[in-house]
């Protein structure tokens, strides 16, 4: 595709369920990094791949997060038990190469209500 | 660990104005550093990209320089435009750690018509 794809664009869902965010990285792009962005700051990083391999997950706040990129393109990062707290804006983020610019879909919202 | 700051939060300037950014970083090690334009409820784009080994970089009416023994870079915008208005990122990845990103809490930019 032309740039970073992410969906859903929204979701809403009830404290203490299961839900999958979905990013579609450019072609050929072997980084791919997840980040958090709450109201009023910057973005913070959760997790970042190259390839098929989680290279940093410093980031992820807890075991409830969890994110997979079985096939080096595709990632889905996966929340458990959401809690209101993890209300935020979920961006996916990929590069040609580690280091290189980083180019940013459009996001998530998550709210959990 | 490196912390990156972005001063002012808030700027409101009149049309036509020449205009600074500010971003300063803790850690002058640093891979790169990436300045980004964030639009309400939207993802990142990304404006200018500096390498470590760079002084500068520039796109049309942006321009941004990097000062790594002081910890500092600066976006100029020139000849501001209402279209400009948004909230500007800074970013640095760090050479001691993986290729994520630190970013700012970011500058929100008015430009009045």
């Known amino acids: 595709g032309a740039g970073v794809s992410q969906t859903p664009s929204n979701k809403v869902t009830e404290k203490g369920k299961y839900v999958e965010l979905r990013c579609d990285p450019i072609?050929?792009?072997?980084?791919l990094y997840w980040y958090r962005q709450s109201l009023g700051q910057g973005p913070e990083f959760l997790i970042y791949?190259?390839?098929?391999?989680?290279?940093?997950d410093s980031g992820l706040p807890n075991d409830r997060f969890f994110a997979v990129r079985p096939e080096g393109s595709v990632s889905t990062l996966k929340i458990q038990r959401t809690e209101r707290g993890d209300s935020a804006v979920y961006l996916c983020?990929?590069?040609?190469?580690?280091?290189?610019?980083?180019?940013f879909g459009p996001g998530t919202r998550l709210t959990v209500l | 660990k490196q912390e990156v700051t972005q001063i002012p939060a808030a700027l409101s300037v009149p049309e036509g104005e020449n205009l600074v950014l500010n971003c300063s970083f803790t850690?002058?090690?640093?891979?790169?550093l990436q300045w980004f334009r964030q639009d309400p409820g939207k993802g990142l784009t990304s404006l200018l990209l500096?390498?470590?080994?760079?002084r500068e970089q520039t796109s049309g009416r942006l321009n941004a320089s990097l000062d790594k023994s002081s910890g500092r870079s600066t976006l100029y915008i020139a000849a501001s435009q209402p279209g400009d208005s948004a909230t500007y990122l800074c970013?640095?990845?760090?050479?001691?750690?993986?290729?994520?990103?630190?970013f700012g809490t970011g500058t929100r930019l008015k430009v009045l018509a």
């Open positions: 983020a990929s590069s040609l190469v580690n280091g290189g610019e980083q180019f």
């Open positions: 850690d002058s090690a640093i891979y790169n």
């Open positions: 791949f190259q390839g098929t391999g989680a290279a940093d």
């Open positions: 500096i390498q470590s080994s760079q």
């Open positions: 970013a640095v990845i760090t050479t001691s750690g993986t290729y994520k990103y630190i």
């Open positions: 072609s050929g792009h072997t980084a």
